[in-house]
């Protein structure tokens, strides 16, 4: 046990030397550097390098040098479908999930560039259900759950016909099932 002691600190102490070595730099982001807007509600780096960072005046991309402000363009199918961005969650596919304060949920295809909306077909009393989604999660079989504080969750299932990558189409909820799971009371 002893000789077991003596080999691992022999191991560890020119790592904790090394780390010691560097030092961590912080740099500011703020809307002096081009974000959109001071309140932020969720930041992600997606598998391309990309730091996503969500406002109540839209979606900031940064590259590293600069920012890229996504928002709402009601001339524009593909774009943002809200200004008020809350969480963000990257698939396995790459594909980007973005929950929004009144429009439900986009999903961004960073091949393409285009956020798709996924706008449930619900009855109008479950319609309020699909509104500031809290949480995302993909499950085993590649469908997305979203969670809803206090509603419960949404899955969605996604179609075979999308494995090969999201259609061209803007409004994608009533091309696949969406199920709504409701929270008990």
């Not at 010691?20 to 081009?34: M, V």
């Not at 706008?119 to 259900?129: G, H, I, L, T, Y």
Request: with cysteine; aromatic share 12%; charged share 20%.
């Amino acid at each position: 046990m002893l000789a077991r002691t003596l080999i691992l600190l022999f191991w560890l102490l020119p790592i904790s030397a090394t780390l010691r070595a560097q030092s961590l730099q912080f740099e500011s982001l703020t809307i002096e550097q081009g974000l959109s807007q001071g309140m932020i509600y969720d930041i992600l780096q997606t598998r391309d390098g990309f730091l996503w960072v969500t406002t109540k005046d839209g979606l900031n991309r940064y590259d590293g040098y600069n920012f890229k402000v996504f928002s709402h363009d009601p001339f524009d199918a593909f774009s943002l479908g809200d200004d008020n961005v809350e969480v963000l969650f990257e698939d396995s596919r790459g594909w980007m999930w973005v929950g929004t304060g009144s429009k439900g949920v986009d999903v961004y295809d960073p091949r393409t560039g285009l956020f798709h909306h996924i706008n449930p077909d619900f009855p109008p009393a479950e319609q309020v259900v699909f509104t500031n989604p809290r949480t995302f999660l993909e499950g085993r079989d590649g469908s997305i759950w979203v969670q809803y504080h206090g509603r419960g969750l949404v899955r969605i299932e996604i179609p075979e016909l999308w494995r090969a990558g999201l259609l061209q189409e803007s409004e994608l909820g009533k091309l696949t099932k969406l199920a709504h799971c409701p929270m008990p009371a």
